[in-house]
């Protein structure tokens, strides 16, 4: 069974760093797209990060240039570096794992329908 388990949210000062780790079990984690995804109170779900089976990188306007996608796959863990963080950042962020083989173009990798496994989520406090 596929498990996705998040951590390294927390509170954090805007101009701050964070790095959010998930961690993958119950598949061959180099078979499967991920990505990052986060949900703000009141807001919908808006991806942020993904990282197809080939290695390639989508990330969205808003984070580009301050968030890097990265895997561990030695370690079956992904991460989420984020930097110079704003305010707006603030949400729960969710890993989440494509079915087993599929590669996501670009706006699939960014939109919550191409994925099939998800994790419990980790929240992130940006204070201004």
């Known amino acids: 069974q596929v498990q996705l388990v998040e951590s390294g949210g927390g509170s954090v000062q805007a101009g701050g760093s964070l790095r959010l780790s998930c961690a993958a079990s119950?598949?061959?984690?180099?078979?499967?797209?991920m990505g990052w995804f986060r949900q703000a109170r009141g807001k919908e779900y808006e991806g942020v990060a993904a990282i197809d089976i080939d290695g390639s990188t989508n990330y969205a306007d808003s984070v580009k240039g301050r968030f890097t996608i990265s895997q561990d796959k030695a370690k079956n863990t992904l991460y989420l570096q984020m930097n110079s963080l704003k305010f707006e950042d603030t949400a729960m962020y969710y890993c989440a794992a494509a079915s087993p083989g599929r590669s996501l173009t670009a706006i699939q990798a960014l939109g919550v329908e191409g994925y099939r496994y998800w994790g419990q989520g980790t929240r992130v406090t940006v204070s201004s």
């Open positions: 119950g598949y061959t984690y180099s078979s499967y797209s």
